[in-house]
């Protein structure tokens, strides 16, 4: 079908004026950053000024978007596939990191839009950063590219936020948007019948599997790697990663739902070798504000519904056995999707198990009503929103069972601190595995800080003592399971 002759104009305008800036680095190091994630690394509650932070940016050379005709802002066409980056900054007091971004510390959000100047470059020949001459503050970070293979580089982040005007047009052309056909994923979600779900190892990063009462993978929640400065916090298989090398098992030609935009949650669908497979997967993804990376991401994906943000009704297998559920948060944790499985191989029972993703309770419209007994905790154990009344109860005559998702490092840190002391005693209070150690989990270590050594860490699977049957696929790491919590 021949291109409308308007939109090969425009087309054509994209590619002469961005052609020469359609680099990783500016040539005057100068950038448009998408504040994607900032965690407080405190450990313990403090006043916000006080609190430690460690924050995520994707950006994008300050050239490449100036250099787009008007008519794209204007226009419904998506923005290209741009050449993106992330810097990751070192744990840093929250009012330093204000000062270094020339705002204040209660204005500061996730999804907002910042010009950052003098990042260090990543490609041999590209121009180096002035010297820095203002005497404000400066946050340490890493950039990199995201290929593993290569390290990341020490800069320097200070800037600004970005002027209001190309901020709007920036976001909204930041947004991840797209078709939605309820029908379609009710179709796909189809009649089956939940019966176990693998608690992946992966680090610090989140992957969940849904598979049948045959072991069979029905569905993804969150296909996810850690950031670069994280990596190491990976499981070693004899040097290489599985996790990569081959991928995610993709036995039965699964769905996927992505719970938020966070890069730890998405990342490995870009990394993996079977990639190109997986982008052609059916993805359930949220409507949110998204950077760079995730626009880049949002336009590789093949059949990709967006769920929209003012859809707040939840979605349901045919059966009722599947539900996936808008949350009602603002921030980009907790505004995204979350599901709800009924894991009971008989019809009449309500034996249900909730994967929250990065959302707190609060957020999940809902879930206080079932009676759940299999749950991954929020966040990683996170307890910066965690709000002890709303922490729903397992079931009424058992204690419910908890798996935890997060990483340790090489070093024996945790990851971002998780998960907190505070999380870890509040969800024993509400009777999820309370001081029985058989019915509470890890991927990093045998318990949530349970600091044995050497740390048994592996695949958790939550339900039933389901075997996966071979994929086919050589070193499937999506098939072996430390420990089963039934």
């Known amino acids: 079908m021949a291109i409308p002759s308007k939109f090969g104009e425009l087309l054509g305008k994209i590619s002469d004026q961005g052609e020469k800036f359609n680099k990783l680095d500016s040539p005057k190091c100068r950038y448009y950053a998408f504040l994607s994630k900032i965690e407080d690394v405190s450990p313990k509650d403090m006043p916000i000024e006080d609190q430690t932070w460690a924050a995520l940016f994707e950006i994008v050379p300050y050239e490449w978007i100036e250099s787009l005709p008007e008519e794209i802002w204007e226009s419904k066409t998506p923005l290209p596939i741009s050449p993106a980056s992330l810097i990751e900054t070192d744990e840093t007091k929250a009012s330093d990191f204000a000062e270094a971004l020339n705002a204040k510390v209660g204005e500061i959000d996730e999804g907002d839009w910042y010009i950052l100047e003098d990042i260090e470059p990543l490609e041999e020949g590209s121009p180096r950063p002035a010297e820095t001459v203002s005497t404000g503050k400066v946050v340490k970070g890493i950039r990199s590219d995201g290929d593993y293979k290569r390290k990341g580089v020490r800069t320097n982040v200070k800037g600004g936020p970005a002027p209001d005007k190309k901020k709007q047009k920036v976001a909204k052309k930041h947004t991840a948007e797209g078709k939605f056909i309820a029908n379609v994923i009710k179709d796909k979600m189809g009649d089956r019948i939940p019966s176990a779900i693998g608690v992946m190892d992966v680090g610090q990063a989140s992957c969940n599997l849904v598979y049948d009462i045959n072991g069979i993978p029905i569905f993804y929640f969150d296909l996810g790697l850690p950031t670069s400065t994280h990596w190491d916090s990976m499981p070693d298989f004899a040097g290489t990663s599985r996790l990569i090398d081959p991928g995610p098992c993709l036995r039965n030609n699964p769905f996927v739902v992505l719970s938020h935009w966070d890069e730890d949650h998405r990342t490995m669908a870009r990394l993996s070798n079977n990639h190109l497979d997986l982008a052609r997967l059916l993805w359930v993804v949220p ?4 950077g760079p990376t995730g626009h880049n991401f949002l336009r590789r994906l093949v059949d990709v519904h967006v769920w929209p943000a003012n859809l707040t009704v939840r979605l349901k297998s045919n059966n009722n056995r599947i539900r996936i559920i ?28 909730l994967l929250p993703g990065d959302a707190f309770f609060q957020h999940i419209p809902g879930i206080v009503v079932l009676d759940k007994f299999w749950m991954t905790a929020p966040h990683h154990g996170s307890d910066n929103e965690l709000v002890l009344n709303q922490i729903p109860q397992p079931g009424v005559n058992d204690e419910g069972r908890l798996a935890y998702s997060y990483g340790i490092k090489a070093d024996g840190s945790h990851c971002y601190n998780h998960p907190k002391a505070d999380a870890i005693q509040a969800y024993r209070n509400s009777g999820w595995g309370g001081t029985n150690d058989d019915k509470v989990s890890a991927t990093a270590e045998r318990g949530p800080r349970s600091g044995e050594n050497p740390r048994e860490r592996g695949n958790i699977m939550m339900c039933y003592d389901i075997h996966p049957p071979d994929c086919g696929t050589p070193n499937c790491p999506f098939h072996h399971f430390k420990i089963v919590l039934e």
Do not use: F, H, M, Y
């Open 287 to 290: 409507e949110q504000r998204i």
């Open 326 to 353: 808008k949350c009602s948060g603002r921030s980009i944790n907790g505004s995204g999707l979350a599901v709800v499985v009924n894991t009971s191989p008989n019809e009449d029972d309500q034996t249900w198990a």
